[in-house]
């Protein structure tokens, strides 16, 4: 009886780690590739290389914003992109701090390298109804550690200076 006992614990314990393996970590999907401008304080041509994942809870996708495509690229933000209903409900003092992005695309040439250029097109368009909000956590061209305060970042204020 302890044999069997132990063999079927066993197997179940495999079955298990089986089902820990198959298990997406939250870092899985970051598949999206955005390179876009004007997304780096005090560098207007500086390359913001966005990463994203979209189906998170509240319909948001989440974009990694990196100061290049290298392996040792660093974190420098974060953006959230929500649709126009998710954006009409916020108050307006939370509405200032968000971006138009049918308003922002046509100033930051943005590509997407790991797209075609139809893919590409129509991407565009299913994100121009939509708003961005971004905090940036390094000032990257300043800056070898990520010192001071992390900022929400104004992508319309940086297009006037």
């Given at each position: ?10 197997i ?47 319909g ?10 290298e ?14 209903d ?67 970042y ?8």
């Amino acid at each position: 009886m302890y044999k069997i006992s132990s063999i079927a614990f066993g197997i179940a314990c495999l079955a298990g780690a089986g089902a820990a393996v198959a298990h997406e970590p939250p870092t899985a999907g970051w598949t999206i590739h955005i390179d876009a401008k004007r997304h780096i304080a005090g560098d207007l041509d500086a390359i913001a290389h966005h990463y994203c994942k979209g189906g998170l809870p509240g319909g948001v996708t989440a974009c990694q914003l990196y100061d290049s495509d290298e392996e040792n690229a660093r974190l420098i933000g974060v953006e959230f992109i929500i649709g126009a209903d998710a954006y009409a409900a916020l108050p307006e003092t939370e509405q200032a701090l968000w971006h138009y992005h049918k308003e922002e695309i046509v100033q930051l040439d943005p590509s997407l390298p790991d797209m075609t250029e139809e893919e590409a097109e129509e991407f565009v368009k299913s994100i121009e109804e939509t708003y961005g909000k971004i905090f940036l956590v390094w000032d990257s061209p300043k800056d070898e550690l990520p010192v001071g305060q992390p900022q929400a970042y104004d992508i319309a204020d940086n297009a006037k200076r």
